[in-house]
């Protein structure tokens, strides 16, 4: 099987796939908006303008059943919009069992703590399937705050 895409930040992507001489096209539409960003603390002092400017900077991201998208006590780099599936937050107790602190589907954030102070996570998130989120990174967030005085 051979995979090719073409991605562009905080838009659709496009996909061909081919298997065995047959191809098809897959696009993959965000389901972020500015509108959306508006509900997210974060952004909504931003106007629309500054909010469509800061979905140009996020990167659609794929986790795959049961990879780590972020694990308690790393260094908080990235804030994370699902768009697809569900994200299971969690963290280890004294016992060293596993407690599920919140799950999170379409539209749901998380990861914006860490990202913006640069601290350690308190949280894992992890996923029974697989998730697609619109990541913003530390350091492009900072980039886009430094460029806009207001």
């Known amino acids: ?26 696009h993959i539409m965000t389901l972020v908006t500015p509108h959306l960003l508006a509900e997210i603390p974060l952004f909504s002092s931003m106007n629309d303008e500054e909010r ?25 780099t990235t804030f994370q919009i699902i768009e697809q599936g569900e994200v299971e937050i969690w963290l280890t107790d004294t016992d060293g069992e596993k407690v599920v602190l919140n799950v999170l589907g379409p539209g749901k954030f998380f990861g914006e703590l860490a ?19 619109l990541e913003l990174s530390r350091e492009e967030f900072f980039t886009f705050l430094r460029t806009r005085p207001d």
Request: include cysteine.
């Open 1 to 26: 099987m051979l995979l090719r895409s073409t991605e562009q930040k905080g838009v659709g992507a496009f996909s061909l796939v081919a298997h065995e001489e047959s191809f098809r096209a897959v």
């Open 52 to 76: 469509e400017a800061l979905l140009a900077l996020m990167t659609e991201r794929v986790f795959q059943p049961g990879e780590v998208i972020m694990k308690s006590d790393e260094l908080g």
């Open 115 to 133: 990202m913006i102070s640069g601290a350690t996570r308190c949280a894992s998130a992890t996923m029974a399937a697989k998730v697609v989120t």
